[in-house]
């Protein structure tokens, strides 16, 4: 007698196909996210620091400068246009972009209006304000200071505006606000906190446990199933039955349960003689 093995259901194909698509979608964004840190790396020293993953990045803001659209605590998220791509939209009359950049530029460049005539010490730290205006130094390449890009927050109530404004070039510029979300913000916030990295710490392990208990419990669940013995008729039909000590042989006639006797009986004397012989 030997225990007969459960067989797998086969998957349809429909499962594999989906079980394929899930695998992929997963297997590209881990990819995609992998190559981001990496460009993030290579270029960080370039960016003052700061990991911009194929021109995108995200940054919290932290004063109420332009909190009239830009919320203290949100999150924004940036992409580095061309500069030059922006110089000409300001040039054409656009007035509404805002820009993060690293103020660290020592470009001399006149006050750009009567109203705005302080331009505030460099605090070498990014910052996010509204563009409000900028020029062309012809003489000077791409990339090593030719578009110089005035700054300013819009937010009336705030010290940090007033007649203050701020200048910096292409080589100070990390990108222009794309997205601006308050629910952003307050998930970086939250698991930037103590409680958040508990959270995440014990959400993984509190998985971890279910799944392990779940194991143990379906281990102690198919050690009490009965076990199935499967035998085969004199005419090679199988025949079942459980541990339990109940059978399936009503269907055989008396021959054939004669038959299954003797062999029974043969391969115990059989196990008796080899156990013997050692």
Not at 125 to 143: L, N, Q, Y
Not at 185 to 205: D, E, H, R, T, Y
Request: overall charge neutral.
């Amino acid at each position: 007698m030997s225990k007969e093995k459960k067989e797998k259901k086969p998957k349809s194909l429909t499962a594999k196909i989906i079980e394929w698509v899930i695998t992929g979608v997963f297997g590209v964004l881990f990819l995609f996210a992998f190559a981001g840190f990496i460009d993030g790396m290579v270029h960080k020293k370039q960016y003052f620091g700061e990991t911009l993953r194929f021109g995108w990045a995200t940054f919290v803001v932290q004063t109420d400068s332009m909190a009239d659209h830009l919320p203290v605590d949100s999150a924004i998220i940036t992409y580095r246009e061309s500069p030059k791509k922006i110089f000409n939209m300001i040039q054409n009359g656009k007035d509404n972009i805002d820009a993060s950049f690293f103020d660290y530029c020592d470009t001399p460049a006149p006050d750009p209006s009567p109203e705005l005539d302080y331009r505030t010490p460099h605090k070498k730290m990014v910052m996010t304000h509204r563009i409000i205006g900028a020029f062309e130094k012809t003489d000077v390449k791409e990339g090593e200071g030719r578009y110089v890009f005035y700054a300013a927050g819009t937010n009336p109530s705030s010290d940090q505006v007033g007649n203050q404004y701020q200048v910096f070039t292409e080589k100070e510029y990390l990108g222009v606000v794309k997205i601006c979300s308050n629910f952003l913000g307050g998930f970086f916030k939250f698991v930037s906190s103590i409680w958040g990295l508990l959270i995440l710490l014990l959400v993984p392990a509190f998985y971890l446990v279910i799944v392990s208990v779940l194991d143990i419990f379906k281990a102690y669940k198919d050690d009490d199933e009965k076990e199935v013995v499967a035998t085969q008729n004199a005419d090679g039909t199988a025949v079942t039955s459980e541990g339990s000590g109940s059978s399936r042989l009503d269907s055989l006639s008396d021959a054939q349960r004669e038959k299954l006797k003797q062999e029974l009986l043969q391969e115990m004397i059989e196990k008796k003689k080899n156990g013997g012989n050692k």
